[in-house]
Every structure is written in structure tokens, then in C-alpha cells.
T-cell receptor, first 114, second 109 residues
Framework: EAQVTQNPRYLITVTGKKLTVTCSQN?????MSWYRQDPGLGLRQIYY???????DKGDVPEGYKVSRKEKRNFPLILESPSPNQTSLYFC?????????????FGPGTRLTVT | QKEVEQNSGPLSVPEGAIASLNCTYS??????FFWYRQYSGKSPELIMS????GDKEDGRFTAQLNKASQYVSLLIRDSQPSDSATYLC?????????FGTGTQLKVEL
């Protein structure tokens, strides 16, 4: 089954404790992206990757890191989480070509930082 | 000014009516336009894409695009309670992807 998976689905952590949210897709998509969703603010892009070893900042990259060492994986790293990073996070991937912007989303990771 | 603007709603329509959802965008580079549906607590799912001016129909859904007015809309005919969700307008131009904040649709029995 074609899908985007994220782990964990739910995470409660404390300020300053490094964490990684994994994202994996099995559709051989080149483009991958991370979003956060907050009430009233909608989906905001954190980072995106056009292909392996190619990443770039989105609209809200502060406090986040990403890497793209393999085509299928695009982990999101919070080196020192803070309460303002409490949010719902989505990973998404897209095929190349005209369908580039047709994104397939993972199930989401609900992160709470206390 | 937000790059993609949507009325947050809620938009309430009776079952069987036509729901009309609207979106304006400011970036003239945008070439691709999409509507996503998101149920509460779930991930967004793509329901319509449109690339050229005019209308595109798919079942009960019609997307309308007017690039000169920088306006894209989604019509849902014969609205059903299962259509109750938040609808996100999304534009793509180059590598930059921008979502609107979404319109909440409620279809009432």
C-alpha cells in the first residue's frame, strides 16, 4: 500500500530534550516536506527537500533541523524543544513532474512540550 | 496580507444544497491550485487539482479557477453530512507551497 508513515503518532516531552520524528514514504517520491498545524494559523511549511541531500527552509524553520540521506526518509529533529513547538506535525511527499504539488500526507504527530 | 486567504467559516449548508468555498491568492507565480479536505484530527487529503482557467468537474465537486482575478473556488453539489470538514486551499509556485487556513464546512440534516 502506497503510504507516508510517521512515528511516533503522539509524544509528550519536556523542554530541552532532543527528539526526532521519523517520516518514511514508499512511493519513490522525490519531494518531501514537513508542516506544522496550529489553530487559526493553518498548515505552515517548516522544511522541504527536493531530493536526497537537498533541503531548504520553509516558512517556519526556526528550532528545527532535517536531513535527507535516503530518498524514502525525511526525519524532523528538534534539538532543544520548547513549549511553542507544541503542535500537530505532518510529513508529506509528492511525485515529480506536474504532480509535483499533489501531496500525500502522513497521519500526523501530535507533540506536546511541557 | 496573507498569501492565500480563505474565510474560516463555519459555512453551514443544508443537506442536498450546493456548498461554495472560496480562496484568493496573492502570488502570481502560482501555477497549481488544489483543494484538500481535512476531517478533525486527521491528515489532509487531496480532492481536486486545477491548473488552467475555467472549471474542472469530478463527481459532485467542481473547481473553478480565474488567474486574472487570482481566485479559485470549490463547489460541492448535493452536500452530504459526510462532507462536513475543513477545506484547505493550496497553491504551488516553484518550490514554495502555501496553504490557506481553511474553511470549516458544516452540512446540516
Amino acid at each position: 500500500e502506497a503510504q507516508v508513515t510517521q512515528n511516533p503518532r503522539y509524544l509528550i516531552t519536556v523542554t530541552g530534550k532532543k527528539l526526532t520524528v521519523t517520516c518514511s514514504q514508499n512511493m519513490n517520491h522525490e519531494y518531501m516536506s514537513w508542516y506544522r498545524q496550529d489553530p487559526g494559523l493553518g498548515l505552515r511549511q517548516i522544511y522541504y527537500s527536493m531530493n536526497v541531500e537537498v533541503t531548504d527552509k520553509g516558512d517556519v524553520p526556526e528550532g528545527y533541523k532535517v536531513s535527507r540521506k535516503e530518498k524514502r526518509n525525511f526525519p524532523l529533529i528538534l534539538e532543544s524543544p520548547s513549549p511553542n513547538q507544541t503542535s500537530l506535525y505532518f510529513c508529506a511527499s509528492s511525485p515529480p513532474g506536474r504532480e509535483f504539488h499533489e501531496q500525500y500526507f502522513g497521519p500526523g504527530t501530535r507533540l506536546t512540550v511541557t | 496580507q496573507k498569501e492565500v486567504e480563505q474565510n474560516s467559516g463555519p459555512l453551514s449548508v443544508p443537506e442536498g444544497a450546493i456548498a461554495s468555498l472560496n480562496c484568493t491568492y496573492s502570488d502570481r507565480v502560482s501555477q497549481s491550485f488544489f483543494w484538500y479536505r481535512q476531517y478533525s484530527g486527521k491528515s489532509p487529503e487531496l480532492i481536486m487539482s486545477i491548473y488552467s482557467n475555467g472549471d474542472k468537474e469530478d463527481g459532485r465537486f467542481t473547481a473553478q479557477l480565474n488567474k486574472a482575478s487570482q481566485y479559485v473556488s470549490l463547489l460541492i453539489r448535493d452536500s452530504q453530512p459526510s462532507d462536513s470538514a475543513t477545506y484547505l486551499c493550496f497553491t504551488g509556485g516553484g518550490n514554495k507551497l502555501t496553504f490557506g487556513t481553511g474553511t470549516q464546512l458544516k452540512v446540516e440534516l
